[in-house]
């Protein structure tokens, strides 16, 4: 049985609307936009709003064009949760907590280079 809090993972936005530190997804990849630069109206009728963007996950640049009263109905809901790690097991499984005190044992440290840094700087505390 699955259950769902109902909280949906995006939501619509109009392009003019965003501002820089916000979050939205270029090429399908969760950004957060370091900046935002507004061309005039064109021709074409629509000014036009250039996004460069950072891959939250692997800060990868990302840039996209979009006009300015254009509905983006892909801007997702991103939070932060900050938790103490307590223990690592042999298998290589990380025993947390967060601020209220709840526990969670089901994150695998990472392989290479992240999880060696973490292994390290738990062991040295």
Do not use: Q, W
């Not at 809090?5 to 109009?14: E, L």
């Not at 809901?77 to 097991?89: C, F, G, K, Q, W």
């Amino acid at each position: 049985m699955k259950c769902d809090s109902g909280a949906s993972k995006t939501f619509p936005i109009r392009c003019y609307a965003l501002h820089k530190n916000a979050h939205v997804f270029i090429k399908d990849r969760p950004c957060k936009i370091a900046d935002m630069t507004t061309a005039k109206t064109g021709k074409h009728g629509h000014a036009k709003i250039h996004l460069i963007a950072f891959n939250i996950f692997t800060g990868k640049r990302h840039e996209d064009i979009c006009p300015s009263a254009h509905n983006i109905n892909n801007v997702p809901n991103v939070s932060r949760s900050e938790y103490s790690l307590v223990n690592i097991s042999h298998d290589h499984y990380c025993s947390i907590v967060d601020d209220a005190g709840l526990p969670r044992s089901d994150l695998k440290l990472p392989d290479g280079e992240h999880g060696n840094e973490i292994k390290k700087t738990f062991r040295e505390r």
